[in-house]
Nanobody
């Protein structure tokens, strides 16, 4: 059973930075797309960024383009989400997901993810 563990969340001021990590229990990130999502209270979960781990194509939501960067350390089975110029609107619980069941194109999963982490809270004030 694949386990995903997120870390790196916290509280920062407007304009600050954080780096989230998502570590998998095996090399699951080598198989397909992986993605970062977030969910704010009272709102639907939304995709933030995605990575086609075979081709290194990435996808970003318009709201984070130019501020967030997704990257991967293959040796550590870890994917990162570098978040800069954070805004209060970025406040949410952030989740990583792996193994896209569907089509992984340009870093975006046209389908659903099989595995999810437990989430890490990001608060920007």
């Amino acid at each position: 059973h694949v386990q995903l563990v997120e870390s790196g969340g916290g509280s920062v001021q407007n304009g600050g930075s954080l780096r989230l990590s998502c570590t998998a229990s095996d090399d699951t990130f080598s198989r397909s797309c992986m993605g970062w999502f977030r969910q704010a209270p009272g709102k639907d979960r939304e995709v933030v960024a995605g990575l086609n781990t075979r081709l290194d194509f990435s996808h970003y939501a318009d709201s984070v383009k130019g501020r967030f960067t997704i990257s991967r350390d293959r040796a550590k089975n870890t994917v990162y989400l570098e978040m800069n110029a954070l805004k209060p609107g970025d406040t949410a619980t952030y989740y990583c997901a792996a193994v896209c069941v569907g089509t992984c194109s340009g870093g975006y999963c046209y389908g659903r993810y099989n595995h999810w982490g437990q989430g890490t809270q990001v608060t920007v004030s």
